[in-house]
């Protein structure tokens, strides 16, 4: 089920940003969708362009996690960093001429799409988690409500229509942690694809 959807605009730094995303989720509590503070830390991480990867991968191998306060203290401060370091304002959202040598980047919508899911606290629907897609081009992003990991697909399928009907073009990568519940275990010879990835591969996706 999908829930909503958020665009990024670009307008203004990270305080803002976090800001607007913290607003936007309290409104989803309303919802009566619970989640958990470290949940939102984390989404607000993925949303971040893509400047901030170095920052990303220090919080990741951090052993204390943030509060949103303690987030947006840090974020801040890595963007004034950036600022200093680039010559110039990084806002959310903007992209950078130069690409890194050997780096895959986006250069139009639907190009490459980001998929994560998240556990939520259990809701009195029995809702335990959310799958997010976010577009590397426009950072637009989706957001739709499962009842379990096995309704990924479903959920790809459901965003895969809307966007390339509504954009006019198709979905070219998609990138995952390639968990569970998009691949299976690792044998000898790989790791064994589950109906996502087969999906992916019959349609000519490249994961």
């Known amino acids: 089920m999908k829930f909503t959807s958020l665009k990024l605009t670009g307008i203004g730094g990270v305080r803002e940003h976090i800001m607007e995303m913290r607003d936007i989720m309290a409104q989803l509590k309303k919802l009566e969708i619970k989640m958990f503070e470290s949940f939102l830390v984390h989404f607000i991480l993925n949303t971040l362009p893509p400047q901030y990867g170095p920052f990303k991968i220090s919080y990741n191998t951090h052993k ?15 963007e004034g960093r950036l600022m200093m370091e680039q010559g110039e304002s990084v806002m959310l959202g903007k992209q950078t001429n130069k690409s890194k040598r050997g780096a895959t980047k986006s250069s139009a919508i639907l190009e490459i799409i980001h ?6 606290d259990m809701d009195s629907h029995g809702q335990k988690y959310f799958i997010s897609f976010i577009d590397d081009f426009s950072r637009y992003i989706y957001l739709y409500i499962l009842h379990n990991k096995n309704e990924a697909l479903d959920a790809f399928k459901v965003f895969k229509a809307e966007v390339e009907k509504q954009c006019g073009k198709q979905i070219k990568i998609v990138r995952s942690d390639r968990g569970g519940e998009y691949y299976g275990r690792y044998l000898e010879d790989g790791q064994a ?7 992916l591969q019959e349609r000519g996706i490249v994961a």
């Open 64 to 78: 204390d996690k943030w509060s949103i306060n303690e987030l947006m203290t840090m974020c801040v401060q890595e």
């Open 115 to 120: 998929t994560d899911i998240c556990s939520l």
């Open 193 to 199: 694809p589950r109906p996502f990835a087969k999906f």
